[in-house]
Structure formats: C-alpha cells, structure tokens
C-alpha cells in the first residue's frame, strides 16, 4: 500500500467518526473518533475468525504504520506548536507557578509513586518486573494530555485560569517525562545516573530546548515583521514548528519543550508593534485546523493500534491495575502541590478534580511505550500503557463533560 493510500484511508476514518460523533454522539471530535475505532477494531477481532481476510487486510495496515517514528518525530511537533500557539498566553503568565509545579515536581512524584506501586502489585498477579521496568512505565505514563479535554474546557467555558493550568502543565511535563525516559534508557545501556547527574540531565535538556524555542521564535517573529504577507507568515510559522522540532532532535536536547517554548515565544514576539502587519487571524485559523486535523487521525491511529498489540489476561490485569495506580497517584500528587503552592499564593484558584480527573493520557504515552527495550519489559508496558490511555480518554474524557457542566457555575463566579 502506498503512503498515499494509507493516508488516505485514515483521514477518511478520521472523517466519517468525526461526522458521527458530532451528529449523533455529541461527544467531542477526539473523543468520539477513538471510542468508535477502538469499537471498530474490537469488532474486527471478534469477527476475525469469520472473515478472516478483512481481519488480516486491517493488521497489515496497522503494521505499516511506525507509531513511535509518527508521533514521536512527526505529528508531536505540529500538535505541540499549535496548542501553545493558541493558548491565552496572560493567563499562561499568571498560572506560571503552578504550571512549573505540577509540570515538573509533579511528573517527577508521579514516576516515583507509580513505579513503586507497580513494583508491588505486579508480583501479587504472578508477573514480576525489574524496578527499571517499572520507572519505564512511571516515565512514559505521567505525561498528560489536553487535546480532548481542552476542546471541552472551551465549549462549556470553564475558566481561562483552569485552562492555562492544565494546558500549560500538560504541554510542559511532555518534554519533562521524555527527558526522565531517555535518562532511563542511558541507564539501561549501562550508564548509571546519581540523583545530581539526573538533576544536571533534566536541567540541560529542558534548558537547551527552551533556550533554542526562544532563540528561533525571535528570529521567524523579525522576518514576519519584514513583509506585508499572510501566506508567508504562515510558512514561517510552519517552519519554525518543524524545523526548530527537527534541529533539537539532532542537538539531543528536549524537542516537545522547544516547540512549546517556540510558539508561547513567537505569540509574545509578535505582540510588539510591527512596521508589517502580521496576519495574526489568518495564522490562528490555520493552525486550528492543523490542530483539529491531527488531533482526530492522531485518534484514529491510537484506536487502530488495538489490532497490533497482543493483550492476554495478565497484560489485562495489570491494566486494570495500572488505572487504579495511575488515577490514585494522580490525585495524591495534584492535591499535595496545589496544597504546597497556597502556601505561598493563598488567593490561588484551582480545581482539585478538574485537574486530577482532567489529567488525561494520549499518544505520546504509547509513543515512548513503543521506545521500551524488549527485554525491559516492553510487552506488558504496552498493553498496559494502552488500556489505561483507552480508559483516560474514553471513560474519563466522556464523563468530565459532565463534570465540568456542573462544576461551571462555581468555578464561574472567580473567573
């Protein structure tokens, strides 16, 4: 199959699950889009044994398809960029504190606190893993992800502060945890990390990655300045989301943090009054639907994977135990650093559920799920890795519509 007709296939997937989900489901786009593939592919496994031909055209597609090359170093730059690029960056300013707090401290506790209680519970199943195991999955697991919720963040309009912390937290802890889960992989091929040479690691990579964002937003923001030209204006928005991704890749410095700094630096940059105009709604518009566009393939691709992972009953257990490890240390770590921050900022507004229930994970987890060795444990990680994203963005993401319908007319009155 030729890449033409792969991608084909998937965005017309995307398509006819994006209809559906807003004509009959009313549920958001991401959402609905990976609860009807997922569906789908359940049915397709059922069914295989009665057609198996349909079944074996489907899984020789998915196997086509290099998730961690795609998501990791492709579609994370796009997706990144774009949902800082359209953030509120005052209110981003003003949750500063908070967001550097749950986007580190928190991804930090949350690895520890996972890997531990996987450490434990996994043996009581009769499926004993390694410690560095466990950290691998801690790691790749604590990240968030705002894609789904954000879009219902905006629709019922809770408060622009709730959004900015758990937007802002979820865009930075990705770069956060994929420094903590390369630092592992050092490990595992033989270095051996003390807690101050990890430090020096986090502080190096996330700060090379940031430093290079900014530097880069500076000089696309001066050539926009330079010319009276939307399209262009447009190109050069994309080439920083792409190539700055690209060049920190190569560089081994933290790429999620560079196109996250890259956007927030290039809106502030282009805030100052220009001798060119800048096409700032044309820019927006684009990039919205850059954002929308992948988010639902980027959905589609996730509820497909089912047909290539193999599950068994240990794998499904240890899922089951993962959701309840995940969501616990989720709400034990959100509730501990808000408490800390109020410390310090008691006129702080937050919201305890809506930021632990809210903390959904999504493709990068599978991403860096796919990147675990073989030996490491790698087949009950991935298994495991997706029936807890499954459950984060299907069960979780569906009911916090609920959730936040109700809880807006409280939240509403400190906005």
């Known amino acids: 199959m030729t890449t033409l007709q792969l991608l084909s296939i998937l ?6 699950f994006g209809w559906i989900s807003a004509r009959w489901l009313k549920l958001p786009t991401t959402i609905g889009t990976m609860l009807l593939t997922v569906l789908c592919s359940l049915a397709l496994i059922t069914i295989g044994a009665y057609t198996p031909g349909l079944q074996l055209w489907a899984f020789r597609l998915v196997q ?3 998730f961690e090359a795609l998501i990791l170093h492709g579609m994370l730059s796009l997706l990144l960029f774009a949902g800082a690029f359209l953030l509120d960056i005052e209110h981003l300013f003003h949750e500063r504190l908070s967001i550097a707090v749950l986007s580190v401290a928190g991804t930090v506790l949350s690895t520890i606190a996972v890997a531990a209680l996987m450490y434990w519970a996994l043996p009581l199943l009769g499926l004993p893993a390694t410690w560095l195991e466990c950290l691998f999955f801690g790691a790749l697991i604590s990240p968030t992800d705002p894609i789904a919720v954000l879009e219902m963040l905006r629709r019922v309009g809770m408060p622009k502060y709730i959004q900015a912390q758990l937007a802002g937290e979820s865009l930075f802890n990705d770069g956060v945890a994929a420094v903590i889960f390369l630092t592992l992989l050092d490990a595992y091929r033989g270095a051996t990390p003390s807690a101050g040479s990890l430090a020096l690691s986090l502080a190096l990579k996330a700060g090379g990655g940031i430093l290079l964002g900014v530097v880069a937003a500076w000089i696309i923001s001066s050539l926009m300045r330079l010319v009276d ?3 262009v204006d447009i190109l ?4 920083l989301a792409l190539g700055g991704y690209a060049l920190a890749d190569t560089l081994r410095i933290s790429a999620p943090l560079e ?3 890259a956007a927030i630096s290039l809106r502030r940059f282009n805030q100052r009054p220009s001798p060119m105009p800048i096409a700032h709604e044309s820019i927006d518009h684009f990039w919205e639907v850059i954002d929308e566009v992948q988010n639902a393939v980027l959905f589609v691709l996730l509820g497909l994977e089912i047909l290539a992972i193999p599950f068994h009953k240990l794998s499904l257990e240890a899922g089951l135990v993962a959701i309840l490890a995940v969501n616990s240390v989720r709400l034990a770590v959100v509730a501990l650093l808000l408490s800390l921050i109020r410390l310090f900022h008691r006129s702080h507004q937050s919201s305890l559920l809506i930021l632990s229930w ?5 493709g990068l987890s599978i991403a860096l799920a796919l990147s675990v060795p073989a030996t490491q444990g790698r087949s009950w990680i991935l298994a495991t890795t997706y029936i807890v994203v499954v459950f984060s963005i299907v069960f979780q993401g569906g009911s916090l519509d609920v959730i936040l319908r109700r809880r807006h007319k409280k939240l509403a009155q400190y906005s």
Not at 358 to 362: A, I, V
């Open 358 to 362: 809210g903390g959904l994970r999504g």
């Open 11 to 16: 965005i017309s997937i995307a398509a006819l």
């Open 259 to 261: 196109a996250v700094a």
């Open 236 to 239: 050069l928005t994309l080439a």
């Open 64 to 66: 086509q398809i290099n």
């Open 229 to 231: 030209a939307y399209q």
